[in-house]
């Protein structure tokens, strides 16, 4: 199991596939075995080499319970790390929900290390939905009781995502939610690499991504149909068909 030290926390990853690299960074309280069994890492390895890392205070990364520990300066730190670890000078970030704001954040702090983004399921704009408080809610009352309000709000999860998804600490997700993600638009203005936008038909943040996409200078968005949040997170051999046709549309450079 490859770890890397970044600022006392250690940071898991794995690495598939050969080619140009892909960074992935999950969403909220997921892990790299997802990528695995999403199907994400089979319809990509052939052609890229697919860096999958379990963002800290997630999965096996450490889970510091301090929420000074998940500003995104740091977050995107830990990227960095494992590809200066791997000895990566540039790579193509990938990021869904928590991962796609992540995708916003390496535009602002390292922009010189990404010549490709994919952002799906989030937006770069200042959250100031109600999200965060009532997640922070359910994991006061314990791992089950949030992943059950979850299930009831949104959608059940597929069986072994629900078992790992148990698996969290509750108060290490409650100090990763405890400030409102920034403002990450002026980035995203400025990036003049390829931007994919993908979200899912009935995406809840689908007008605000529709909306940004107007912003990007060299790039598109994708709806998916047929898919809300969720799903369009679970359909890795969906999604993965967008991200290599926008990849090779771009800059067959790109492709391995």
Request: proline share 5%; aromatic share 12%; net charge negative.
């Amino acid at each position: 199991m490859p770890i890397v030290n970044n600022r006392g926390v250690n940071i898991r990853y794995e690495v598939e596939g050969k080619g140009r690299p892909i960074v992935f960074h999950h969403g909220f309280g997921n892990c790299l075995e997802d990528y695995y069994e999403l199907g994400y890492v089979d319809a990509l390895k052939d052609e890229y080499q697919l860096i999958l890392m379990d963002c800290r205070g997630f999965g096996q990364s450490d889970k510091p319970h301090d929420s000074r520990s998940y500003t995104f300066d740091i977050r995107t730190s830990d990227t960095i790390a494992v590809m200066d670890a791997l000895g990566i000078d540039q790579a193509i970030a990938w990021g869904n929900s928590m991962g796609g704001r992540m995708v916003y954040a390496l535009m602002q702090y390292y922009p010189e290390r990404f010549i490709a983004y994919c952002a799906g399921g989030m937006h770069p704009y200042l959250d100031k939905s109600e999200m965060g408080k009532n997640i922070r809610d359910w994991l006061s009352q314990g791992m089950e009781h949030a992943v059950d309000t979850f299930e009831q709000t949104y959608a059940p999860f597929p069986k072994n995502l629900r078992q790992r998804y148990l698996k969290n600490d509750p108060e290490a997700m409650r100090a990763a939610y405890a400030e409102p993600a920034p403002d990450f638009t002026e980035a995203l203005k400025q990036i003049k690499s390829p931007v994919l936008l993908f979200c899912g038909e009935t995406e809840e943040y689908r007008s605000e991504m529709e909306e940004v996409a107007k912003l990007i200078q060299n790039g598109e968005i994708q709806i998916i149909k047929g898919l809300d949040h969720c799903e369009t997170y679970w359909q890795g051999e969906k999604v993965c068909e967008y991200i290599k046709r926008f990849l090779s549309h771009y800059n067959p450079r790109f492709r391995s």
